[in-house]
């Protein structure tokens, strides 16, 4: 079992830049796969960056050369990193961890990013 906390939402103009913090409750060092999920009103969750232990990373194309996903094992830390933020990237943000086969989700940090 694993509890993750995230932090570093806020209120950002758009052009702007945030970094969102995933810290885990145990070693993340054997979690094969940590990512970053948005859900914005009215909408289906969805994926916008994954990395696995081996740090192999996938974006949605919408992100893509706009966001960076990196892990701190050491910290037992995920990070996102989004620059260029659009009005569109208004959603919470939840962090995600694969353990054994069963997904586990934070509480979620809402992103907002006026126009």
């Known amino acids: 079992q694993v509890q993750l906390v995230e932090s570093g939402g806020g209120l950002v103009q758009a052009g702007g830049s945030l970094r969102l913090s995933c810290t885990a409750s145990r070693t993340i060092f054997s979690i094969n796969a940590m990512g970053w999920y948005r859900q914005a009103p009215g909408k289906q969750r969805e994926l916008v960056a994954r990395i696995t232990s081996g740090t192999y990373t996938n974006y949605a194309d919408s992100v893509k050369g706009r966001f960076t996903i990196s892990r701190d094992n050491a910290k037992n830390t995920v990070y996102l990193q989004m620059n260029s933020l659009h009005p569109e990237d208004t959603a919470v943000y939840y962090c995600?961890?694969?353990?054994?086969?069963?997904?586990?989700w934070g509480q979620g940090t809402q992103v907002t990013v006026s126009s």
């Open positions: 995600n961890a694969v353990v054994a086969g069963f997904g586990y």
